[in-house]
C-alpha cells in the first residue's frame, strides 16, 4: 500500500517502475504517477475461480 507522499517520493526517485497490483484500489495520486504502473489481478483471480470449480489444480497459476 502507498500512503502519504509514497507516491510523491517514487515519482522523485531513480526508480524506472515499479509495478503494483490493483488488489487494493490505486489512489488517484498512484494513477498519476508516472513510473507506478499498476496490474490488474482481475484474469488470474477469475481462472483460479474456474479452475477449483473445475476441480483442476491452482497450484501451476503461480509457476
Same mark, same amino acid.
Given at each position: 500500500?502507498?500512503?502519504?507522499?509514497?507516491?510523491?517520493?517514487?515519482?522523485?526517485?531513480?526508480?524506472?517502475? +515499479?509495478?503494483?497490483?490493483?488488489?487494493?484500489? %490505486?489512489?488517484? #495520486?498512484?494513477?498519476?504517477?508516472?513510473?507506478?504502473?499498476? +496490474?490488474?489481478?482481475? %484474469?488470474?483471480?477469475?481462472? #483460479?475461480?474456474?479452475?477449483?470449480?473445475?476441480?483442476?489444480?491452482?497450484?501451476? +497459476?503461480?509457476?
Amino acid at each position: 500500500m502507498l500512503s502519504g507522499g509514497a507516491s510523491n517520493r517514487i515519482s522523485a526517485s531513480r526508480l524506472k517502475e +515499479l509495478v503494483i497490483t490493483d488488489s487494493i484500489q %490505486p489512489t488517484s #495520486a498512484v494513477e498519476a504517477t508516472q513510473n507506478i504502473r499498476v +496490474l490488474s489481478i482481475a %484474469p488470474l483471480i477469475g481462472e #483460479a475461480i474456474a479452475r477449483t470449480a473445475g476441480e483442476e489444480s491452482v497450484s501451476s +497459476l503461480f509457476d
